[in-house]
């Protein structure tokens, strides 16, 4: 039973226009959520994180936005550039235990 | 720099074969995970340590166990590796359990078995 899923495997977008990719989860006890980044050969890497008081988080080139009501998270990157090219990973964690939920992944290419 | 590292990077075990990965921190992180990820899937959570509680997930098959010796490391036992087992094996670090707090992962061990 997947609790976060991110329904779109890939996404191509041309440097410097925005990339938007999106997540969406099931639990509503999840209250905290996560973005990773992994390039191949290598494991996941933090990029942003948003807490469900939040609908908004910021850092640089990404923001990550969520819709409590809809059960919904996006990471947002503007401008992409190819560096940003990689595989996402949306994952979510309750208060109530110690699990990361991971969605299956989209892959960004950033075409230059 | 602090880190979660894991040893080896790829290994080949044959069927039926006992095999050990390892995995350690630097980052003196309470909770240790270990996940287990195949192509175009979702990193699935097979157990995890706080500090030496240990937490198995409840669809984690018997063939897996884990040890963690001390803080700094961890480690993935499989008993009888079957073909189906094959994946990348992901090691991961978490400062504190519960909320507001992001995991550290290793670069993984891709396990083969033939």
């Known amino acids: 039973d997947q609790q976060v899923k991110q329904n779109s495997p890939s996404l191509s977008v041309q440097e410097g226009r925005i990339s938007i990719l999106n997540c969406d989860y099931t639990?509503?006890?999840?209250?905290?959520f996560l973005w990773y980044k992994k390039y191949p050969a290598e494991g996941p890497t933090f990029l942003i994180s948003?807490?469900?008081?939040?609908d908004k988080n910021e850092d640089g080139r990404f923001t990550v936005f969520l819709n409590k009501s809809a059960k919904h998270l996006s990471l947002h990157i503007v401008p992409s550039q190819p560096g940003d090219s990689a595989v996402y990973f949306c994952?979510?964690?309750?208060?109530?235990?110690?699990?990361?939920?991971f969605g299956t992944g989209t892959s960004l290419t950033v075409i230059p | 720099d602090a880190m979660v590292i894991q040893n080896p990077r790829y290994q080949v075990t044959q069927f039926g074969k006992p095999v050990t990965l390892s995995c350690s921190q630097t980052l003196n992180h309470n909770v240790m995970y270990w996940y287990q990820q195949k192509s175009s899937q979702a990193p699935k959570l097979l157990f995890h340590y706080y500090d030496k509680d240990f937490n198995n997930e409840a669809d984690t098959p018997d063939n897996f166990q884990s040890r963690r010796p001390n803080t700094s490391f961890c480690f993935l036992d499989i008993r009888s590796p079957g073909l189906g087992d094959a994946a990348m094996y992901l090691c991961a670090t978490s400062r504190m359990g519960g909320s507001g707090y992001e995991q550290y992962f290793g670069p993984g061990t891709r396990l083969t078995v033939t």
């Open positions: 639990n509503s006890m999840f209250d905290y």
């Open positions: 994952a979510a964690s309750a208060d109530t235990g110690n699990q990361f939920y």
């Open positions: 948003i807490s469900s008081i939040k």
